[in-house]
Each structure stands twice: as C-alpha cells, then as structure tokens.
C-alpha cells in the first residue's frame, strides 16, 4: 500500500549519537525534522567509553543535567597495562585540566542513545522506529526524498535535505561508492559484557584499561558499566580468526585466558550478553556532503577504537552538520558546499586520531619516549588523548613524532570537489 508523501525540512536516517544530535539542533533552530529509526530503542550498540572532550557537545545538547544525575560510572583516567602484566599509574585527567569536563562517562549505549533521541524528540523533532529506510531518491543529482517500509506499508517522504547517519551501514556511502577502508588499520574486535568482574577502588573503578596481549599483538579494552563490565580484543582478523572453527565466544575466552591481567580481572565473573564480532572496522568516505545531503557519524568514518573517539566524532559532526544545514535552508543553498562546509576541520581532528593509533600499533614506538625527546609536546598529546582535536596547534606533534614512527599521509582517499 502506498501512502501519500509528507514533506520535511530535513530527514534523518538513524537515531544514534550523530543522528539524534544533529536532529536536536535542527529542531532548536524550528526545522522540521523526522528521524526515521529501524530498531526500536533502547538497543545494544558497542562503544561505552567517552572522551572528556564531549562534555560541550554535550553542553550544546542540553543534557549535561542528565549526565551528571546519571548512575553511569565517572570515568576520571586511562590506565595501561602491558603484556607482562605491569600497570601504569593511571592518567587522571584533572591533572592537565580542573574544569568540570575532566571528569567523563562510561555509558551503556542502549541506555544512553535512547536519552539522546529522547533528547531529540522533546526538542521538537519527530521520531519513528522500527522503520527501514529502503532508498535515498535523487533529481537532477540532489537527494529530494526516501523510501521508507513499516511494516507491509512502504511511502516516500520528501524533505530539503537527508542525513546519513545510519551508522556503519552507511547507506549512502555504499549506494555512492564513497567508502574507503583505511589501508593499514585491517583490525576486529570480539567483545562481551561479564557481570561480577573486578573494579578498581575509589575514582579507579569507572577507568578504562588498555590491556595489551600476544607480546603486543593485541589489545583488551576494560569498561565497566553500570552492574556489568565491557571487555573486547583487538588484533588482526589473522589472529583471531584464522585455524580456529567459527565460535566468537570459545575464541573470545580462549583470548582471554592467554592474558593473565584480564583473566585475573574475570576470575569470579560470568557472561552477560551475546559476543560479538567486528572485522575491518576502520573507513572513511571520500565525500561528506552533496547536493541535499550529508554523512554524519559513522555513516561517515570509522576509526580504531583504541582511543575512544566514535561519539565524541558522531555527536560533533551531528552538531556541525545541523548548524550548516540551517544556515543552508535560510539562504536557500543546500550544495554539498555548504552543508560539508565543516569537512576540512572536521577531517583534521580525525586525521590527529588517526596519526595517533598509527602510533601506537607501531611495534617500536613508545609514547613515554617520544615525551621525554619532546616534553614540550605533552599537551598536544594529552588534548588528542581527550579529544580537543579540532584546532590546528594540535597537529605540531606530528612534525617530530615522524622521526620515530611511519605515520599515514593525511588521506587516503579519492577527493572529490562538492558541489
């Protein structure tokens, strides 16, 4: 059955952090908005940790009031913990910053995307889940409307505008040919929630640990959340996968057996979700924007998640698309221009990121060294650490990181004038 058209401002495809950000300031600046969702929320999604720096998306957002009354862990440091099973000290980010936004969040997704779109939604934006974006429709080269099916029912729905933010889907992207998978960075992930795991005491329980194992060949991430803890490996699909039978969970314990300083962390724990896999995560479309529509989020680019980048990048692309599109409707200008308008700045922060996880899957670079040749670089590396990535100064670390490490050129992919 087909239904009759309905016309918005802009249509947003998918209700996660970069989707529901973006369509909360677009509701803000009167724009009528529709986020079209498949799942229904609150749903899994992996990707706990938060960088401190999100705190003024956040800000922007409205919901800092949230967060704070939250139950969600405070996250106050970083700790690192090698293959022999040393620990650092652990890096309390009120020591380079005493302003409030030192202090961030470990989230459970589920729980926390659902407060954004509910964000979204109190601000004016209409919100529909369950409901599968089939296809972006194009005239004369620009996105006019999609195709949308609930249930039996499917109809097209018009707007000046479309938003991709249908994460690592990326519907768009794909459709377009615009996706480019990063060259060097072939990682997967195999990760679960375990319940009763080990915490650290005081402001050391909501740390996240980078735990190293196979003689740095790869890497557990150690989130706790509320009642649970995240844990995930990161290596090479080789080495995960290869000469094993196809059991994510049985590899998964088998990984964590092989790491004594995750093992013990696990001792008294159990299981308490499904294991999950990703594999060759790391990509960036060549193109943000074009005529009537825009990438945001992971729709857009994906990096390692060694740093814990993803929402910070979702949430401020989300934020910065929604301000270029308003200033495009009020001028009547919807050009892949004008609304990746930010794309240069935005690529800058990822590409500082980048740099930095080239860092550190380097074998023979080690980041304590590099200070001491360099102390006057700390604070370029402690504001890529948290994420205040988007400004130029930040980049002044690579001109002599470059003489202990191969680093990548500034992109890999094809470039494309927007027009």
């Not at 794909?174 to 402001?203: E, S, T």
């Not at 640990?209 to 290596?235: H, K, M, T």
């Not at 943000?288 to 529509?293: D, K, Q, S």
Request: glycine residues 8%; charged residues 25%.
């Amino acid at each position: 059955m087909q239904k009759a058209n309905s016309d918005f401002d802009v249509i947003v495809m998918g209700g996660g952090p970069g989707g529901s950000s973006a369509a909360a300031i677009l509701a803000e600046h009167g724009r009528k908005v529709l986020i079209l969702e498949k799942e229904t929320f609150p749903r899994f999604c992996i990707g706990e940790s938060l960088v401190t720096e999100t705190y003024w998306p956040f800000q922007r957002l409205g919901v800092l009031g949230h967060m704070r009354k939250s139950d969600y862990p405070r996250k106050y440091s970083v700790q690192f913990v090698s293959a022999s099973g040393k620990e650092s000290q652990p890096f309390y980010f009120y020591k380079t910053n005493p302003h409030e936004s030192s202090i961030t969040w470990q989230v459970p997704r589920a729980k926390f995307d659902e407060m954004l779109l509910d964000n979204a939604a109190s601000k004016g934006a209409q919100v529909r889940q369950g409901v599968l974006v089939k296809d972006v429709l194009f005239e004369e080269g620009k996105a006019t409307s999609v195709v949308v099916q609930e249930g039996e029912e499917t109809e097209t729905l018009r707007a000046e505008v479309v938003v991709d933010s249908t994460g690592r889907n990326a519907l768009l992207a794909k459709r377009l040919n615009l996706r480019r998978p990063d060259p060097f960075l072939k990682k997967a992930a195999i990760f679960a929630h375990f319940k009763n795991a080990h915490r650290g005491p005081g402001i050391d329980e909501g740390a996240t640990l980078i735990i190293y194992s196979r003689e740095n060949q790869a890497w557990f991430w150690y989130i706790p959340l509320p009642e649970v803890v995240s844990v995930g490996v990161v290596s090479s699909p080789s080495i995960l996968f290869e000469g094993r039978e196809k059991n994510p969970e049985k590899t998964l314990m088998e990984e964590i057996a092989m790491c004594p300083a995750v093992s013990e962390r696990l001792e008294n724990a159990t299981l308490a979700s499904a294991v999950n896999v990703l594999s060759d995560f790391s990509y960036r479309s060549s193109q943000m924007a074009g005529p009537g529509w825009i990438l945001v989020g992971d729709a857009y680019g994906f990096l390692d998640p060694i740093y814990s980048s993803g929402v910070l990048l979702a949430m401020v692309s989300g934020i910065w698309a929604a301000d270029a599109i308003h200033e495009g409707l009020e001028i009547g200008d919807v050009s892949g221009r004008q609304l990746g308008k930010f794309e240069p700045k935005f690529v800058g922060g990822m590409n500082a990121f980048r740099k930095l996880v080239y860092a550190f899957y380097s074998p023979s670079f080690n980041f304590g060294r590099f200070i001491k040749a360099h102390p006057h670089h700390l604070k370029n590396l402690v504001d890529i650490l948290v994420g205040d990535v988007f400004k130029e100064e930040v980049h002044n670390i690579f001109k002599d990181m470059k003489e202990f490490v191969d680093l990548p050129d500034e992109d890999w992919t094809v470039q494309r004038m927007t027009s």
